[in-house]
């Protein structure tokens, strides 16, 4: 959809144009997360995951970002450019797997063991990340976890199937998992994957390591559920690139559908089926056409972080960027 009804009924205007305009007047770039809807994704000035965007953001000459996403994608955005506005079209759209934990129940566990290492995936609020040692992405939680000296004990939060599949990975018996979960990839179950990848034999399966909603797929491709040679773990930009060069006829996605709709215009000749096509992050979705409008228009809503915590949040951010691979190309 690239027309919309904005104003007076039976006003019809071109809403990317608007949205366009707009933002050239309010000096802001928009960015959208891969799992935003088709439009959005197709009018923003950049379109890619959390950590690639952020990254945009800091880097950006506007003043003000525009962040269609989720609200701690926006607020990892301003944690590395305080200086700007940071924007997102709803405040409300949160994050089952951010939300899994705060950070009063972090300071907790951190009580419960003195001395730990904390290591936070990215899908945490600001406030959470301030009382994190070092964040990782899906990419480099491996290799963040493997530079912690092996008699420090390790808190790894909040996603228990990225947690679970770090721990098989480095043999760490002194690794505490958060059991934290996305609803979103709580629906991407082994049996369904299995399930999939059985139907269509030949078919390819893309895990996008990213988003949490497919850390489930890593860990059943890690433990054999599905052969490892069908599975690419693949960052967005490593995805599109592989739908551009596979050979195969069909690719299974086990990540939300969202996805899809970059992959599809990538390599139109290829079937891309969702694994779990129900896999819909409602969140993601409540950024809509017409709030990115008003966003644009009236310039909400804002997001704050207050400057300690940033600072705070900005170190355990920078020493993730430092380590390994973190992943994130658009
Ligand atoms: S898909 Fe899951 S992890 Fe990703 S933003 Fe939505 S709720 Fe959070």
Known sequence: MTITEVGAPGLRVDWADQVRRLARERDAVVLAHNYQLPEIQDVAHHTGDSLALSRIAAAAEQSTIVFCGVHFMAETAKILAPEKTVLIPDAAAGCSLADSINAAELREWKAQHPGAVVVSY?????????????????????????????????????????????????????????????????????????????????????????????????????????????????????????????????????????????????????????????????????????????????????????????ERARASVRRMIEIGRPGGGE
């Open 122 to 310: 990215v899908n945490t609020t600001a406030e959470v990340k301030a009382e994190t040692d070092v964040c990782c992405t899906s990419s480099n939680a491996v290799e963040v976890v493997a530079s912690i000296p092996a008699d420090r004990e390790v808190l790894f939060l909040p996603d228990q199937f990225l947690g679970a599949h770090v721990r098989r990975i480095t043999g760490r018996e002194n690794l505490h998992v958060w059991a934290g979960e996305c609803h979103v990839h709580a629906g991407i179950n082994g049996a369904e994957l299995t399930a999939r990848a059985a139907e269509d034999p030949s078919a390819e399966l893309f895990v996008h390591p990213e988003c949490g909603c497919a850390t489930s797929a890593l860990y059943l491709a890690g433990a054999g559920a599905v052969e490892p040679e069908r599975v690419k773990i693949l960052s967005t930009g490593g995805m599109l690139d592989a739908a551009r060069e596979t050979k195969a006829r069909s690719v299974l996605v086990a990540t939300e559908v969202g996805m899809l709709h970059q992959l599809r215009r990538a390599a139109p000749e290829v079937d891309f089926r969702a694994v779990n096509d129900r896999a819909s992050c409602h969140y993601m979705k409540m950024i809509t056409p017409e709030k990115l409008l008003r966003a644009l228009a009236e310039g909400r809503d804002e997001v704050h972080v207050d400057p300690d915590t940033a």
